[in-house]
């Protein structure tokens, strides 16, 4: 059983480019939640997506947008990169619904330079 | 929004003894507490998680306890071995909101 798969695990981006990140849930899952951890502290919700629609969204601008597809699989975008956009970017899964088990994948490390 | 609190920001035990790690949440409303554990080049792992029904909950060397009352949580670790040696982060989600906030994590040292 397959856990939480992010790709890519590593990116190198140009200031003001825009980059795509791809997340496949665990087996089961049909919730998906990206989160934002800087170096040295803890993840930041950035939003979460149910039934391809965004449920809940954290306190990140407009430029990051995200997608989910029909099997559950889920990308963030974040557009006009800044040098702050720098940090590991988290996919989580979980069963759906309220206070359930979110699971993480590795991640993917973004660096803007 | 919930804010959630963590102390210490390091810690650094000999192997054998405990280690515990607190954290305080503002939100009354918080029923969920989930503990990971982040070792270095990986995503966050869950160790352990209790809900605002039960006080206690223990996994083996790992236990968690819940104070509704003074709004703190914490994890317990006894007999550390070198593979505990992480980042353990503890979070919060109140009953009405999806997502989960997070301490801003603590860096366990176990030496051999």
């Known amino acids: 059983d397959a856990g939480v798969t992010q790709s890519p695990t590593h990116l190198i981006k140009t200031r003001g480019q825009q980059v795509t990140l791809r997340c496949s849930p665990k087996s089961g899952h049909d919730t998906v939640s990206w989160y934002q951890q800087a170096l040295g502290q803890g993840p930041q919700f950035i939003f979460q997506?149910?039934?391809?629609?965004?449920?809940q969204r954290g306190n990140f601008p407009d430029r990051f947008s995200g997608h989910q597809f029909p099997n559950y699989s889920s990308e963030l975008n974040v557009n006009a990169l800044l040098l702050g956009d720098s940090a590991l970017y988290l996919c989580?899964?979980?069963?759906?619904?309220?206070?359930?088990?979110?699971?993480f994948g590795q991640g993917t490390r973004l660096t803007v330079v | 929004g919930e804010n959630v609190e963590q102390h210490p920001s390091t810690l650094s035990v000999q192997e054998g003894d405990s280690a515990v790690i607190k954290c305080t949440y503002s939100?009354?409303?918080?029923?969920?507490f989930p503990w990971y554990k982040q070792e270095l080049g990986k995503g966050p792992q869950l160790i352990i998680d209790i809900r605002s029904n039960v006080g206690e909950k223990k996994d083996q060397r790992i236990a968690v306890t819940l104070n509704k009352t003074a709004k703190h949580f914490s994890l317990h670790i006894t007999e550390t071995q070198p593979e505990d040696s992480a980042v353990y982060f503890c979070?919060?989600?109140?009953?009405?909101?999806?997502?989960?906030?997070f301490g801003a994590g603590t860096t366990v040292t176990v030496r051999a």
């Open positions: 997506y149910y039934e391809e629609e965004e449920r």
């Open positions: 989580a899964s979980s069963p759906g619904g309220l206070n359930t088990e979110a699971f």
């Open positions: 939100d009354s409303a918080s029923n969920y």
């Open positions: 979070a919060a989600s109140p009953s009405n909101d999806y997502k989960l906030s």
